[in-house]
């Protein structure tokens, strides 16, 4: 293999896309209109810059990598590849119809069509192709080229061969460490991680204590490298309430329900670092 394809070029995208580039792979970027694109491309640009500035890069420089990345909003750049990443809004008809436009065009009958969908089932993605043993779920985690995790969850449809080539991706191309995960709600680490931070929202939303004290709590406490509410931050908080609602619609427990708080921060506009407004101040 030694190009790929990433659908979506956004936070996770571009950080899939720029993975795929420093290992030296030619990647393909598809994204929806051309204003979405000249993010991608900038903030993959920048991220590489970054990265060359801190010795990251080895002999090479920002511009020598970026230069492995095409950007197009043509799904039929995709035709002649092999292995194929959407990593689009975590919206499940979004989701669905990127998989049925990739069933259409990418030519190779023996492509992976792999999803970095951390809550929607990969059954559910796959049932929009007429390759399901070929779908299979790859969630990276954020910052993408700094965590080494990535949670490779197959369908009930999923073939092994799949399965194999999906993990061997991630850990011998990508250098990722590759873990196994159930084709459920929230997978290993969300099912584990969003009830501790719709705890820590509740928390605020009751007055308990102050996001700070919060967060400085569990670093200092639980020696843990960021608090819940910086965190949430992080991931934004939209996304993390889709993965709320996803798990709270599969299993029914009360401790999977948006909070308020977060339902209202997420209606002014207040979506984290990315909208530079959450439970902390980005805009400077």
Known sequence: MDKVGVIGCGLMGSGIAEVAARSGLDVVVVERDADALR???????ASLEKAASAGKLGDLDA???LSRVTFT????ALADLS???EAVAEV????LDVFRRLDAVVADPHAILASNTSSIPVATLASATSRPDQVVGLHFFNPVPVMKLVEVTPSLL????TMERARGFASDVLGKTPIASPDRAGFVVNFLLV?????AIRMVEAGVASAEDIDTGMKLGCAHPMGPLALTDLIGLDTTAAVAESLYAEFRETQYATPPLLSRMIAAGHLGRKSGQGFYSYSR
Do not use: M, Q
């Open 195 to 199: 009830p501790y931070l719709l705890s």
């Open 73 to 76: 909003l043509d799904y039929v």
């Open 63 to 65: 511009s020598t990598v």
């Open 92 to 95: 499940e008809d979004l989701k």
């Open 39 to 45: 993010r991608g491309e900038e903030r993959v640009a």
């Open 83 to 85: 292995f194929v990443i």
């Open 158 to 161: 999923t073939s092994e061969s």
